[in-house]
T-cell receptor
Framework: NAGVMQNPRHLVRRRGQEARLRCSPMKGHSHVYWYRQLPEEGLKFMVY????????ESGMPKERFSAEFPKEGPSILRIQQVVRGDSAAYFC??????????????FGPGTRLTVL | AQSVAQPEDQVNVAEGNPLTVKCTYS??????LFWYVQYPNRGLQFLLK????DNLVKGSYGFEAEFNKSQTSFHLKKPSALVSDSALYFCAVRAPTGGSNYQLIWGAGTKLIIKP
């Protein structure tokens, strides 16, 4: 039973470049959530997606950030023109049922983005 | 505003002694409460959750947590600590109703150090 998979685990980018973070949910899970963890802080919700739909992106910055979860393939969190303040750990979680249920969110190992 | 507080940045416990990691919350209605553990350079692992029912919840690795509605607390406990329990512990809450009830709201984390 593979868990939530994220790649790459570590990503280094220079200011102005693009960062693409991938997340493959657990088998059978169709709900994906992205969180950001800044150093010495807890996680902050960014976006919630179902297949081909963005349900809630209220936690995601309006500019430079976008997310998708296509019918086939992993969910992608894309950060354009990265700045140093984007350096953080980005975690993906998935759950099998509708979020109105009590279902637990299961987390991937995270992608640690460093912007030079 | 909904929030979670973990009042201790760090907790030090001798191996074999009981441990408590504190969590209090501020959420309208009856919340769903979660504990996760994060080992260095790894993702978050689900430990336990409280949805309804018995206030004492048992989880993975011998951990348990007690829901106290009057004190709005959900402290994590273990009767006898192991050195391998050393990690970062996060408390999270989810409101059961409302438009953003799938968002997990996180505490800042408590570093647990178990000394041999």
């Amino acid at each position: 039973n593979a868990g939530v998979m994220q790649n790459p685990r570590h990503l280094v980018r220079r200011r102005g470049q693009e960062a693409r973070l991938r997340c493959s949910p657990m088998k059978g899970h169709s709900h994906v959530y992205w969180y950001r963890q800044l150093p010495e802080e807890g996680l902050k919700f960014m976006v919630y997606l179902q297949k081909e739909n963005i349900i809630d992106e209220s936690g995601m910055p309006k500019e430079r950030f976008s997310a998708e979860f296509p019918k086939e393939g992993p969910s992608i969190l894309r950060i354009q023109q990265v700045v140093r303040g984007d350096s953080a750990a980005y975690f993906c979680a998935s759950s099998p049922l509708a979020p109105e249920s009590t279902d637990t969110q299961y987390f991937g190992p995270g992608t640690r983005l460093t912007v030079l | 505003a909904q929030s979670v507080a973990q009042p201790e940045d760090q907790v030090n416990v001798a191996e074999g002694n009981p441990l408590t990691v504190k969590c209090t919350y501020s959420v309208s209605g009856n919340p769903y409460l979660f504990w996760y553990v994060q080992y260095p350079n790894r993702g978050l692992q689900f430990l336990l959750k409280y949805i309804t029912g018995d206030n004492l919840v048992k989880g993975s690795y011998g951990f348990e947590a007690e829901f106290n509605k009057s004190q709005t607390s959900f402290h994590l406990k273990k009767p006898s600590a192991l050195v391998s329990d050393s990690a970062l512990y996060f408390c999270a809450v989810r409101a059961p109703t409302g438009g953003s009830n799938y968002q997990l709201i996180w505490g800042a984390g408590t570093k647990l150090i178990i000394k041999p």
